[in-house]
């Protein structure tokens, strides 16, 4: 994306995460839905523009209790883009969005109630 700054992104998401042991331990897989609403603009132009997308996501991980109720997680996932813009253009300049992206990172998550007390 040479020459587009300032991009401001605004992301809902719902996710459903399954783990294959009691107490969030061990592997995990997840699904959801995320949508972007996106500003854009570019160096060589004093206009934005607004984007949007749906996005759907899959991935897995492992989890690490590193203490108590304290979680590490790491996961790697993919997003595929099931509707919304496909390219935006600001000004005479465009860029393509992703149609498919691989991701990966870590969740630190703290465990605030307990499954097995509902």
């Known amino acids: 994306m040479t ?3 300032d991009n ?5 998401a719902v ?4 783990c294959f042991q009691p107490n969030w ?3 995990f897989i997840s699904t959801g839905v995320e949508y972007l609403s996106e500003n854009l603009a570019h160096e060589q132009a004093t206009s934005t523009s607004n984007y949007n997308c749906m996005l759907w996501t ?3 991980g ?4 590193f203490a108590k109720n304290f979680y590490l997680a790491p996961h790697v996932a993919f997003t595929v883009r099931v509707s919304g813009d496909s390219k935006v253009n600001v000004s005479s300049y ?3 969005i992703h149609a498919f992206q691989p991701e990966g990172g870590f969740f630190l998550c703290r465990q605030v ?3 097995d007390r509902f």
């Open 113 to 115: 109630f307990r499954p």
């Open 15 to 18: 996710m459903v995460d399954y």
């Open 94 to 96: 465009s860029q393509s």
């Open 25 to 27: 331990n061990k592997f």
């Open 8 to 12: 401001k992104i605004m992301v809902g």
């Open 62 to 65: 492992f989890v690490w209790k």
């Open 58 to 60: 899959a991935g897995a």
């Open 3 to 5: 020459g587009f700054k």
